[in-house]
C-alpha cells in the first residue's frame, strides 16, 4: 500500500503546556490531529473554571487555523463541590487524578487513593458523568508501580460502577488484562510504550528522550499493548502522553520525564500497523473507539499518509523554547501528503 487515510485522528492523553512552549507544540497536533483531550498539569494546575477556559482559548489561538478540538480536563481535587462541577461539566471531558508527587507537576495531587477519602468527590462525578483519568503508579519500586495500582483500580471500579474510569498511558500486561475484567474501565496507550522496552531507554548509552513515567517495562509488557492496539480493543485509545520539556531539562542531571512524539505518532503508528499487516484497524484506535468511549459529536478530518521517506528534524524550536522530539534526525517511512 502506498497511501493510507486516516479519519479524524484523536490524540486523548496530551501535554501542550503553555506560553511559548505551547505555541511550539501544539500545532504539531492540530494540523493533524481532529482533537485531543488536554491534561491539566501546568504549574499550577487547572482546578478552576477561570483557569480552564482561559487555558482553552490560549490553546485555540495557539492552533489558530487549524481545524481542531481541544477537549479541556480538570486537574482532580478531593475537595470540589457538586455545584462547582455541575457548572463546569460541559467544559470539561472528564477530570485527571494524580497521586502527589508521583509525575511531572503532580506536586497537588492527592496523598490518599483511599476510596472512602476519595468517595464524596467521585460519587459526584458518577451522578453528573464526568469520567474519571487517571495516572496509575504507587511509589513502589519503578518497574512495579503500576501493577501495585491494579488494586487501586479494581476498588475503584467496584465502588463506583458508574463511573467511566480511564487508566491513562497503560505500561503494563497486567493493565490490558484488567481491561476485560470491569465494564467502566478503559485505556489509553502511547505511541512509545507499543515500541521501546527498559532496554531501549537504558540498556546501552541512556537515553533521555525515551524516559517517561510510568517507565517502559519488559518485553511481554511491550507485546500485550501491542497486540492490545494492533487489534483496536474497543475499550483503548491511543493517547500519545506526548509530553514536551526543554532540551536542558532531558539532557542533564535530573533528566524530566516525558517523551514528545506529536511531529510524528501519525506516521510511525501508519508504519507500525503496517508492518503487522493491521491497517484496517488502525482508524478504531486511534479515532473510533474514543469516540465511543467519550460520546462524541461526528467528526470530519481525513489525513492522508504517502509512502515517503520523512526525516524527522533534530530539534524543534520557537524563541527561546526548544524540544527533542522521538526519533530526531531518524528516517521514517510514512509522511503526511495532506490534509483535508
Ligand atoms: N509522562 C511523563 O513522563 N510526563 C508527563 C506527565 C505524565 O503524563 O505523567 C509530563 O507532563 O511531562
Ligand atoms: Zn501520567
Ligand atoms: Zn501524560
Request: hydrophobic share 40%; aromatic share 10%; proline share 6%.
Amino acid at each position: 500500500m502506498q497511501k493510507f487515510i486516516i479519519d479524524s485522528p484523536l490524540d486523548m492523553h496530551l501535554h501542550l503546556r503553555d506560553e511559548d512552549m505551547l505555541k511550539l507544540v501544539a500545532p504539531h497536533t492540530s494540523k493533524t490531529f481532529a482533537g485531543a483531550l488536554i491534561m491539566p498539569n501546568l504549574v499550577p494546575p487547572v482546578t478552576t473554571k477561570e483557569a480552564l477556559i482561559s487555558y482553552k482559548n490560549r490553546i485555540l489561538k495557539a492552533c489558530e487555523g487549524d481545524t481542531f478540538i481541544p477537549y479541556m480536563t480538570l486537574f482532580f481535587q478531593g475537595n470540589y463541590s457538586y455545584e462547582f462541577l455541575n457548572d463546569i461539566k460541559d467544559e470539561i471531558i472528564g477530570i485527571k487524578l494524580y497521586p502527589a508527587g508521583i509525575t511531572t507537576n503532580s506536586e497537588t495531587g492527592v496523598s490518599s487513593m483511599d476510596v472512602d477519602v476519595l468517595r464524596p468527590t467521585l460519587e459526584i462525578m458518577s451522578k453528573l458523568n464526568i469520567p474519571l483519568c487517571v495516572h496509575g503508579e504507587t511509589n513502589g519500586f519503578v518497574m512495579d508501580r503500576e501493577k501495585e495500582f491494579m488494586p487501586i483500580y479494581e476498588s475503584l471500579a467496584l465502588n463506583f460502577p458508574n463511573l467511566k474510569i480511564i487508566m491513562e498511558h497503560i505500561t503494563t500486561k497486567d493493565a490490558v488484562e484488567l481491561l476485560n475484567k470491569y465494564d467502566n474501565l478503559y485505556a489509553t496507550v502511547t505511541l512509545h510504550h507499543l515500541l521501546i522496552t527498559l532496554d531501549d531507554v537504558a540498556g546501552g548509552a541512556l537515553k533521555p528522550h525515551l524516559f517517561c513515567k510510568p517507565i517502559a517495562k519488559r518485553y511481554e509488557d511491550k507485546e500485550a499493548l501491542l497486540q492490545a492496539a494492533l487489534n483496536a480493543h474497543p475499550k483503548l485509545m491511543f493517547g500519545s502522553d506526548s509530553a514536551p520539556h526543554p532540551k536542558h531539562k532531558k539532557e542533564c542531571c535530573g533528566c524530566a520525564a516525558g517523551v514528545f512524539t506529536s511531529p510524528i505518532a501519525l506516521q510511525v503508528l501508519t508504519e507500525l500497523f503496517e508492518k503487522y499487516e493491521k491497517l484496517d484497524n488502525l482508524n478504531a484506535f486511534i479515532s473510533l473507539n474514543a469516540q465511543k468511549i467519550y460520546d462524541f459529536e461526528p467528526l470530519n478530518k481525513k489525513i492522508t499518509l504517502i509512502k515517503k521517506e520523512f526525516e524527522v528534524p533534530n530539534i524543534y524550536e520557537y524563541k527561546n523554547e526548544n524540544v527533542v522530539p522521538m526519533y530526531a534526525g531518524e528516517k521514517l517511512n510514512w509522511s503526511i501528503e495532506s490534509i483535508l
